[in-house]
């Protein structure tokens, strides 16, 4: 973000804003991001977040994206300052990868208004990430290690509810990780893991309790 030529391109070519515009602001982030209050630059909260992509999207200039999976070292270094260094990186790629999951089956709500079909993305990914954490052929860890990274990160819930990046409530994601939590450790015969497709209809028809009223608070 110190470099403004860096900048200008992502104002224009992800983003698509006024190049004129973009020239300001670029010049303008560099200029006051290179301070020793703002880290010159290199602070975890301006890298903390991690994404998903299918692939595909035509940007100018640059041709077509390909699938992926970014994470910013700010998001990383954020959770190992505060002890979670060995189950935040699992778990947020296997978040992110449970978006790929929904991308290649097919498995987002194209039917349901922006704001809802980003909930039910977001907690389906939650809850296959909880899966594979707890499952014994998966990271196997103790819920009792999982947990506190939920309760942090999922406090990064929202209750935005005409938001359209709507990730449900904090107690929303809790409780979809929980519940994923509870089909590894009850599955049989021990080890046997889910199809993508078979854990999706027993996500779908246990969505409505894992958003019911009690759970939006």
Known sequence: MLDPEVNYRVFTALYGFDPVASRISADLVARELNSLALGYGDLPL???????????????????????????????EGFARVGLGDVAPQAILAHEFGHHVQYADGLMRADLPAPEASRWAELMADAYSAYFLTHARGAAMQWKRVEPFGQMFYQLGDCGFDGDGRHGTPNQRMRSALWAHGLADAARPQGHILPALGFYDLFKAHYPQLIAPDATS
């Open 46 to 76: 301006f890298t903390f977040n991690a994404y998903a992509a299918p692939g595909g999207e035509v940007i100018p200039g640059y041709g077509v994206s390909p699938k992926r999976i970014a994470f910013g070292d700010g998001v990383l």
